[in-house]
């Protein structure tokens, strides 16, 4: 029963998406029909998605169906498994939240011009991520990866007037193509050796093959997936294609497309391989540290309020890397328990920061259509004119930096947690890794929290620093409600964090055999545990009580003795100089350049000041400063590779001479070749 | 239940009613070795006394946040008090977090004193966010290496169980790995507490001001509400390194005699550590803002120094 209505529900919500697609077409001349009409559907799609996803989440076998749309050799097989229901249901949140923040926010927008197609395009790309979340065959599953990433490039394009938007696409393009060619290689591999395309056959088929196949194959699948997820060094295109996009599809984009490489990575891990070498665990720990740290070391330096956000993607993918990093070398080392630990910590940290980064690019989306502009430099005291916005994006902030009691707190948790019980896993020097990646990502968690406190004092606090940021205005209810759910949702996943870790049982039981939540879970369910009996809790919900009676004892001091006093406004010092404005404020260059000299080993900044004076340089009539970093891994990693690719392509160009004598040579040296070596197999 | 009530509240006036005794009796230690007189160990009470009843000039600029956090910044504060043991080896509240927890509850208050500063509009409340977030960043990873190794050593982040061990294995302190890890603590506090050489708590000097630069703005309760809450942070940190360090003298019971006895440790050890800090303060110039980086870094190398050690001794 379960099963067949999990899978009318998830066949249903197919079918609205599509719907939506058409009607985005059909009424692509009737640009208000068909936002109400394109992303009414999509919101449909998204709540029937939803459903269907915790149905199958409460059944004890996964619901396995096949679409009737395929040929007999690749069959389009979708299997809800509890991994494959996890992301579903993270999709169909973000998807329901994201359509309906899109109806406010595509109202007015450029006139109106190409809203049926985004509303095509949009759900096309939500159509395919529940494929790829859901597709249990190799060849339908690159099917609608592919289709996934060409309805994002038509998003991420859809501005293409400009320069900036073309590049970023064709490099987003030709990155994930790149991806999709190694992941193809891979599947290819495993179909030979499983004698299937089925997922199914793929479960631990890791040990059949031949240890040097075993490595490629393992390699192939992390770097194909990696591009996708944005792992250091193959994010490049990640800060450059999510903000030229618009903000509701950099939400999505940031929020749950870049999770298809992580339920990918999951998906190899967890499923098709049993118990993998230990280096592989240390390469996926190693990378996913080294992503963190990259992830937030630029988005400091970051005043692009769209960039800040897409690079602080890759940083929290850093963490969710370490989390899943840890969890193989758990099993390398033979401590299931300790590496289901890790697993959760990963995977909860996937949900939270599809939450948190999708709030926050809505809330980007919201101080962008109310001010036009995406540079923090012109921003300022948005507080007051947007203070619903401020309020979901400091909920949003909080819980990005980790910080307690909302849901970014708990995953860090556990992920800190993890790290350390794996130092009594082993004896080896192996286990100093583990504090030590402990610390690495408290910096990145410290640094993470320093960008934020820039990102929103100089976004929505102080003075305004430009006469459109002063004419700004509140968004429309339905971006408010689009955001103020997923602000609730943050604040639910950190203090119900007890009622939520049971979802992870039989992902964990599938991958490892073991059920932890009952473990973690204790005392009355206000408390989570470390796994082990002494090992540590902590209490969200005690916390926030806490919080909130002892700020108490602040306000029976101000009733007994602040009532009487008086209360004045005055300007804020301005050193005896009167006249305090805007360019007196830190700005968030400023804010960053403490940092900016202490890392300038890893940033190589270079600044540029020209004063122009009269009488002495110290009383100079204006300044001009400018100042920016070197992008390393473009310069120092991609720019080598373009230039070997391209000198190559010019080299061929000499073989295609465009003579018809030339070509039918060529035919026959083949010919000649193939007969030869050929004819002898 | 009621015996959990019952500690929560004596802990609570014990932060409370000590706290600016600490403060009082360091800053009075380092007047005597200035050989100067200085204010009464008491006037800590007296400055939150006049400041709790005065009136407040708030900046025009500032919005809602800059009311919030002298709240969010003293509840957070008094909370991570809560997760230390003083007055006996379990803490009050123990179960809603550990040694990470403190950790974060602190870096939730910084989050909005840091903010706070932002929203003044003013130049000196951005600078002081700006160092003070940078520091303390750079000081986190040294801090949790160095946490990291205790924990190991506890095989757990529960500070009660931390300080339980502690006791069961007195004079552990001794072992490299301890010192090393105890000497990195001590530079994190100092520099979380914003004491010299890292800040100058005595200093409202622009090139130099972190702490003092973000709340410059504050008057009256609000500013209270902060002294009382970087007091209340600075007991607390002390604490931490007292019983999981030199665990003499606090009782694993919970008795009236236990506690009269831990709290008698308590104090004695407290003023011990106060004699270090003062030394180091007295004996050391304020460093340049960019090479606190390098002292925090050498303190970095402290904990992981103590964490290779436990892998040796």
């Given at each position: 029963?379960?099963?067949?209505?999990?899978?009318?529900?998830?066949?249903?919500?197919?079918?609205?998406?599509?719907?939506?697609?058409?009607?985005?077409?059909?009424?692509?001349?009737?640009?208000?029909?068909?936002?109400?009409?394109?992303?009414?559907?999509?919101?449909?799609?998204?709540?029937?998605?939803?459903?269907?996803?915790?149905?199958?989440?409460?059944?004890?076998?996964?619901?396995?169906?096949?679409?009737?749309?395929?040929?007999?050799?690749?069959?389009?097989?979708?299997?809800?498994?509890?991994?494959?229901?996890?992301?579903?249901?993270?999709?169909?949140?973000?998807?329901?939240?994201?359509?309906?923040?899109?109806?406010?926010?595509?109202?007015?927008?450029?006139?109106?011009?190409?809203?049926?197609?985004?509303?095509?395009?949009?759900?096309?790309?939500?159509?395919?991520?529940?494929?790829?979340?859901?597709?249990?065959?190799?060849?339908?599953?690159?099917?609608?990866?592919?289709?996934?990433?060409?309805?994002?490039?038509?998003?991420?394009?859809?501005?293409?007037?400009?320069?900036?938007?073309?590049?970023?696409?064709?490099?987003?393009?030709?990155?994930?193509?790149?991806?999709?060619?190694?992941?193809?290689?891979?599947?290819?591999?495993?179909?030979?050796?499983?004698?299937?395309?089925?997922?199914?056959?793929?479960?631990?088929?890791?040990?059949?093959?031949?240890?040097?196949?075993?490595?490629?194959?393992?390699?192939?699948?992390?770097?194909?997936?990696?591009?996708?997820?944005?792992?250091?060094?193959?994010?490049?295109?990640?800060?450059?294609?999510?903000?030229?996009?618009?903000?509701?599809?950099?939400?999505?984009?940031?929020?749950?497309?870049?999770?298809?490489?992580?339920?990918?990575?999951?998906?190899?891990?967890?499923?098709?391989?049993?118990?993998?070498?230990?280096?592989?665990?240390?390469?996926?720990?190693?990378?996913?540290?080294?992503?963190?740290?990259?992830?937030?070391?630029?988005?400091?330096?970051?005043?692009?309020?769209?960039?800040?956000?897409?690079?602080?993607?890759?940083?929290?993918?850093?963490?969710?890397?370490?989390?899943?990093?840890?969890?193989?070398?758990?099993?390398?080392?033979?401590?299931?328990?300790?590496?289901?630990?890790?697993?959760?910590?990963?995977?909860?940290?996937?949900?939270?920061?599809?939450?948190?980064?999708?709030?926050?690019?809505?809330?980007?989306?919201?101080?962008?259509?109310?001010?036009?502009?995406?540079?923090?430099?012109?921003?300022?005291?948005?507080?007051?004119?947007?203070?619903?916005?401020?309020?979901?994006?400091?909920?949003?902030?909080?819980?990005?930096?980790?910080?307690?009691?909302?849901?970014?707190?708990?995953?860090?948790?556990?992920?800190?947690?993890?790290?350390?019980?794996?130092?009594?896993?082993?004896?080896?020097?192996?286990?100093?890794?583990?504090?030590?990646?402990?610390?690495?990502?408290?910096?990145?968690?410290?640094?993470?929290?320093?960008?934020?406190?820039?990102?929103?004092?100089?976004?929505?606090?102080?003075?305004?620093?430009?006469?459109?940021?002063?004419?700004?205005?509140?968004?429309?209810?339905?971006?408010?409600?689009?955001?103020?759910?997923?602000?609730?949702?943050?604040?639910?996943?950190?203090?119900?964090?007890?009622?939520?870790?049971?979802?992870?049982?039989?992902?964990?039981?599938?991958?490892?055999?073991?059920?932890?939540?009952?473990?973690?879970?204790?005392?009355?369910?206000?408390?989570?545990?470390?796994?082990?009996?002494?090992?540590?809790?902590?209490?969200?919900?005690?916390?926030?009580?806490?919080?909130?009676?002892?700020?108490?004892?602040?306000?029976?001091?101000?009733?007994?003795?602040?009532?009487?006093?008086?209360?004045?406004?005055?300007?804020?010092?301005?050193?005896?100089?009167?006249?305090?404005?805007?360019?007196?404020?830190?700005?968030?260059?400023?804010?960053?350049?403490?940092?900016?000299?202490?890392?300038?080993?890893?940033?190589?900044?270079?600044?540029?000041?020209?004063?122009?004076?009269?009488?002495?340089?110290?009383?100079?009539?204006?300044?001009?400063?400018?100042?920016?970093?070197?992008?390393?891994?473009?310069?120092?990693?991609?720019?080598?590779?373009?230039?070997?690719?391209?000198?190559?392509?010019?080299?061929?160009?000499?073989?295609?001479?465009?003579?018809?004598?030339?070509?039918?040579?060529?035919?026959?040296?083949?010919?000649?070749?193939?007969?030869?070596?050929?004819?002898?197999? | 239940?009621?015996?959990?009530?019952?500690?929560?509240?004596?802990?609570?006036?014990?932060?409370?009613?000590?706290?600016?005794?600490?403060?009082?009796?360091?800053?009075?230690?380092?007047?005597?070795?200035?050989?100067?007189?200085?204010?009464?160990?008491?006037?800590?009470?007296?400055?939150?006394?006049?400041?709790?009843?005065?009136?407040?000039?708030?900046?025009?600029?500032?919005?809602?946040?800059?009311?919030?956090?002298?709240?969010?910044?003293?509840?957070?504060?008094?909370?991570?008090?809560?997760?230390?043991?003083?007055?006996?080896?379990?803490?009050?509240?123990?179960?809603?977090?550990?040694?990470?927890?403190?950790?974060?509850?602190?870096?939730?208050?910084?989050?909005?004193?840091?903010?706070?500063?932002l929203d003044t509009g003013g130049s000196f409340g951005g600078l002081g966010s700006s160092r003070e977030m940078t520091l303390s960043a750079l000081a986190e990873p040294a801090m949790m290496l160095a946490i990291f190794t205790v924990a190991i050593g506890a095989n757990s982040t529960s500070l009660s169980e931390i300080a339980r061990v502690a006791v069961g294995q007195q004079w552990r302190f001794l072992a490299p790995s301890q010192i090393l890890a105890f000497v990195a603590l001590f530079i994190v506090i100092i520099a979380e507490t914003g004491r010299i050489p890292v800040d100058n708590p005595a200093t409202h000097l622009e090139l130099t001001m972190i702490h003092e630069a973000m709340i410059l703005e504050y008057s009256g309760p609000r500013l209270a509400w902060i002294e009382w809450a970087a007091w209340v942070k600075q007991l607390l940190l002390m604490s931490l390194l007292i019983n999981t360090f030199w665990p003499f003298g606090l009782q694993t019971v919970w008795s009236v005699?236990?506690?009269?006895?831990?709290?008698?440790?308590?104090?004695?050890?407290?003023?011990?550590?106060?004699?270090?800090?003062?030394?180091?303060?007295?004996?050391?110039?304020?460093?340049?803002?960019?090479?606190?980086?390098?002292?925090?870094?050498?303190?970095?190398?402290?904990?992981?120094?103590?964490?290779?050690?436990?892998?040796?001794?």
């Amino acid at each position: 029963m379960g099963r067949l209505l999990a899978e009318a529900f998830f066949n249903g919500g197919l079918a609205a998406c599509l719907a939506g697609a058409l009607a985005g077409l059909a009424f692509a001349s009737r640009p208000a029909l068909a936002r109400v009409l394109s992303f009414g559907l999509a919101l449909l799609g998204a709540a029937l998605e939803v459903a269907a996803s915790v149905f199958a989440l409460t059944l004890e076998a996964s619901p396995s169906w096949s679409l009737p749309c395929g040929v007999p050799l690749f069959s389009w097989t979708i299997r809800l498994d509890p991994l494959s229901a996890l992301f579903s249901l993270v999709l169909g949140l973000l998807a329901g939240v994201v359509s309906l923040y899109s109806w406010g926010y595509l109202h007015n927008a450029a006139g109106g011009r190409g809203v049926g197609l985004i509303g095509f395009f949009y759900n096309i790309l939500l159509l395919s991520l529940a494929l790829v979340f859901t597709a249990s065959n190799a060849f339908f599953f690159l099917l609608v990866w592919e289709l996934m990433a060409l309805s994002a490039y038509c998003l991420v394009c859809f501005h293409h007037e400009k320069d900036e938007t073309r590049r970023a696409g064709a490099l987003f393009l030709i990155m994930s193509h790149a991806g999709t060619g190694l992941l193809l290689v891979a599947f290819l591999v495993l179909a030979i050796s499983g004698s299937s395309l089925d997922f199914q056959n793929f479960h631990h088929l890791f040990s059949k093959l031949p240890p040097q196949l075993r490595t490629a194959v393992f390699l192939l699948f992390f770097l194909g997936f990696g591009v996708k997820a944005g792992v250091t060094p193959l994010h490049v295109w990640l800060p450059a294609a999510h903000p030229v996009a618009p903000s509701n599809i950099s939400a999505l984009m940031s929020g749950i497309v870049i999770k298809a490489g992580i339920y990918g990575l999951a998906r190899v891990f967890f499923d098709f391989m049993d118990v993998p070498p230990l280096w592989a665990g240390m390469l996926v720990l190693a990378a996913g540290i080294l992503s963190g740290l990259v992830g937030v070391l630029y988005a400091l330096m970051e005043h692009d309020l769209k960039r800040l956000l897409a690079y602080h993607s890759i940083e929290n993918i850093g963490i969710i890397l370490t989390g899943f990093g840890a969890a193989l070398m758990f099993r390398s080392l033979g401590q299931p328990r300790v590496a289901a630990l890790a697993l959760i910590a990963g995977l909860y940290h996937t949900v939270n920061h599809a939450l948190f980064k999708c709030l926050l690019f809505l809330g980007a989306g919201s101080v962008l259509k109310a001010t036009h502009t995406r540079n923090m430099e012109l921003m300022g005291g948005l507080i007051r004119r947007l203070p619903a916005t401020a309020f979901f994006f400091l909920v949003g902030a909080i819980a990005i930096s980790g910080l307690p009691p909302l849901n970014g707190f708990v995953s860090e948790w556990l992920t800190y947690q993890a790290l350390l019980a794996g130092f009594g896993t082993t004896q080896s020097l192996t286990r100093l890794m583990f504090p030590a990646a402990g610390a690495l990502l408290a910096l990145t968690a410290a640094l993470a929290a320093t960008c934020f406190v820039k990102a929103f004092g100089i976004v929505f606090l102080a003075l305004p620093r430009s006469q459109r940021v002063e004419e700004a205005r509140e968004v429309s209810s339905s971006m408010l409600a689009g955001m103020g759910i997923l602000a609730a949702a943050c604040v639910g996943l950190g203090l119900g964090a007890t009622l939520f870790l049971p979802v992870f049982d039989p992902i964990t039981h599938q991958a490892m055999g073991v059920r932890l939540s009952s473990a973690l879970v204790a005392s009355g369910g206000v408390a989570v545990f470390a796994g082990t009996p002494r090992g540590g809790a902590v209490s969200t919900p005690g916390m926030a009580a806490m919080l909130v009676l002892l700020s108490g004892i602040p306000a029976f001091f101000w009733l007994i003795w602040g009532r009487h006093a008086r209360r004045t406004t005055g300007p804020a010092w301005d050193c005896g100089l009167p006249g305090l404005g805007p360019e007196n404020q830190y700005t968030a260059t400023a804010f960053s350049k403490p940092l900016r000299l202490i890392f300038a080993a890893f940033y190589r900044p270079r600044r540029e000041v020209q004063a122009e004076f009269e009488v002495s340089p110290y009383y100079p009539t204006a300044i001009r400063f400018e100042s920016e970093i070197e992008s390393s891994f473009e310069k120092r990693l991609y720019e080598p590779v373009k230039t070997a690719v391209l000198a190559l392509a010019s080299r061929m160009r000499t073989v295609q001479a465009g003579s018809i004598h030339a070509y039918l040579a060529y035919i026959f040296i083949v010919l000649v070749l193939l007969l030869l070596f050929g004819a002898r197999g | 239940m009621t015996e959990a009530l019952f500690k929560t509240l004596l802990q609570i006036c014990l932060l409370l009613a000590i706290s600016p005794l600490v403060t009082g009796f360091i800053r009075m230690l380092k007047a005597r070795l200035q050989t100067r007189r200085g204010p009464g160990i008491l006037q800590p009470y007296r400055d939150l006394h006049k400041l709790l009843r005065k009136g407040m000039v708030i900046p025009q600029t500032s919005s809602w946040l800059f009311a919030a956090t002298p709240i969010v910044l003293f509840s957070t504060s008094v909370l991570a008090g809560l997760l230390v043991p003083m007055l006996s080896a379990a803490a009050p509240l123990s179960l809603f977090g550990g040694v990470l927890a403190l950790v974060y509850l602190l870096g939730l208050g910084r989050f909005f004193l840091a903010l706070g500063g932002l929203d003044t509009g003013g130049s000196f409340g951005g600078l002081g966010s700006s160092r003070e977030m940078t520091l303390s960043a750079l000081a986190e990873p040294a801090m949790m290496l160095a946490i990291f190794t205790v924990a190991i050593g506890a095989n757990s982040t529960s500070l009660s169980e931390i300080a339980r061990v502690a006791v069961g294995q007195q004079w552990r302190f001794l072992a490299p790995s301890q010192i090393l890890a105890f000497v990195a603590l001590f530079i994190v506090i100092i520099a979380e507490t914003g004491r010299i050489p890292v800040d100058n708590p005595a200093t409202h000097l622009e090139l130099t001001m972190i702490h003092e630069a973000m709340i410059l703005e504050y008057s009256g309760p609000r500013l209270a509400w902060i002294e009382w809450a970087a007091w209340v942070k600075q007991l607390l940190l002390m604490s931490l390194l007292i019983n999981t360090f030199w665990p003499f003298g606090l009782q694993t019971v919970w008795s009236v005699a236990g506690v009269v006895t831990s709290l008698g440790w308590l104090l004695l050890k407290l003023a011990v550590l106060s004699c270090c800090i003062v030394l180091v303060e007295t004996t050391n110039a304020k460093l340049r803002l960019f090479r606190v980086p390098e002292l925090l870094a050498s303190a970095f190398t402290l904990s992981a120094l103590a964490l290779v050690s436990t892998f040796l001794f």
